[in-house]
């Protein structure tokens, strides 16, 4: 009988670490848990259908078989974690030439083997289920895996030197909230440069997060954390070893008073009308309107990707997707210089892909589409509405007037928009493409939150 391939059993922390763990609702570790739960109330059988087309995402069933054969597989090494498992896309004249039956069906995962700080790319085939391949990869770390957020965070709040910094400035550990981050391009002194090494920013939370412990419901005096910053104090964690290095300029900043929450001061405004039954159709992850048709797609890095996008029949673009976002904040202070975030390469951004909401984030005619994730054990978790499809008003498509007659003809225009967000700490990114019935394509990239 084989041994499991995944060791969940962390390595010896500190004496009264795991008694001290915090529930982050920043990242989705409790949300994703949750949402477990809700996905199997509310029934997202689709999740579970087979794949019909080479480029469907990957279902909840399809992840859990890659885990199947993960532990049942000999001679692969002994892996903490999978920070990411993706479809690996057959080829594009695969693709193309598909016409039913067959095809290939394969996932890639990251494999990472923390103690000895090695990464792996290993290529599950779901039709035969086995392990195709799995190299090690010598160049870069993988994304930061969720299990990752808490493990720094007991480590920093066990830390006497965080602890000191803390009570230098008045500040209750249990008030404070940490937000942790691949660790940049600057070295850290004393940490091997080859070690994944993250960084832990603090943030005053206020007596709130003491209150909600205590089983008080106070969401109204819940101040917005990323609008008081605690400057001077970044605490670097080598994620193999353990080891924890406090990086101070021992100054101190004064931290905002503000609660950062945006008041209602604006009056709602009248619904807008919306239109009756759509003019568009989705089957199996197609979609056709006006002269368009594209394929959705969705994955753990990127979110939302369009595939075989074509107008009047035409090729237009095979694959499209956001690839990364680069955010260089440039500013020569501790806390900030060494913040060069790739927000989806470092985090994989569409493991935290919003519920759209009608009448807030689009439209009330919207269709939504649910989408399929996984956490670092591999197991599936749903994203419920992450991706929207509707239609809108373009106002004028084209008009003249004849020099003659003086008559006018004109069309009105309407687009069709298919969109998704995300958050990621103090940022929700919005991505939405925009199809015209002249032909056009337009991308828009949006960020808000707190900038």
Known sequence: MNSPLVTLNEPTRPAGLLANWHRRTKRWWVRGWL???????????????????????????????????????????TFSFF?????????????????GGAFTR???????????????????????????????????????????????????????????????????????????????????????????TLRVLSFYRGACRRLAADGVNCKDLAPNPYDRPIEGIVVAVCMNDYTVTLESTHTRYPIPTESGDAPALRAAL??????GTPSYSISRNEVRWDQWSFRLGFNFREGLTLHQIKFQGRSILYR?????????????????????AFDIGEYHLGQYANKLEPGVDVPDNASFI????????????????AIAVYEQPAGRLWSRVDPTSYAREARGGRKLAVTWDAWIGNYI????????????IEVQVGATGTL
């Open 320 to 340: 499209a997707s956001l690839n990364d976002i680069y955010v260089p904040y440039a500013r020569d202070q501790l806390n900030w210089s060494w913040r060069t």
């Open 35 to 77: 949402l477990v739960v809700a996905g199997a109330a509310l029934g997202w059988l689709h999740h579970a259908h087979a794949a019909g087309h080479p480029l469907d995402p990957l279902t909840a069933n399809e992840i859990r078989t890659v885990r199947q054969v993960l532990d049942n597989a000999n001679g692969l090494p």
């Open 370 to 385: 649910d989408a399929v994730a996984a956490d670092d054990t591999l197991t599936p978790y749903g994203l419920p509405s």
């Open 83 to 99: 920070p990411s498992i993706v479809l690996a896309e057959p080829a594009k004249a695969e693709v193309l030439a598909f016409s």
């Open 270 to 275: 009248a619904p807008l009308a919306t239109q």
């Open 429 to 440: 990114y919005a991505t939405t493409w925009i199809f015209g019935q002249d032909g056009s």
């Open 106 to 196: 394969r996932a890639l995962v990251h494999a990472y083997d923390r103690v000895n700080n090695r990464f792996f790319h290993v290529l599950v085939d779901l039709n035969t289920r086995s392990v195709v391949s799995c190299i090690e990869q010598h160049d870069g770390q993988p994304p930061v895996a969720t299990s990752e957020y808490l493990v720094a965070d007991v480590l920093v709040r066990s830390h006497p030197g965080w602890q000191a910094e803390m009570a230098q400035r008045g500040i209750a550990p249990a008030d404070v909230y940490l937000d942790v981050w691949a660790g940049g391009d600057l070295a850290v002194a004393g940490h091997d440069a080859s070690h994944r």
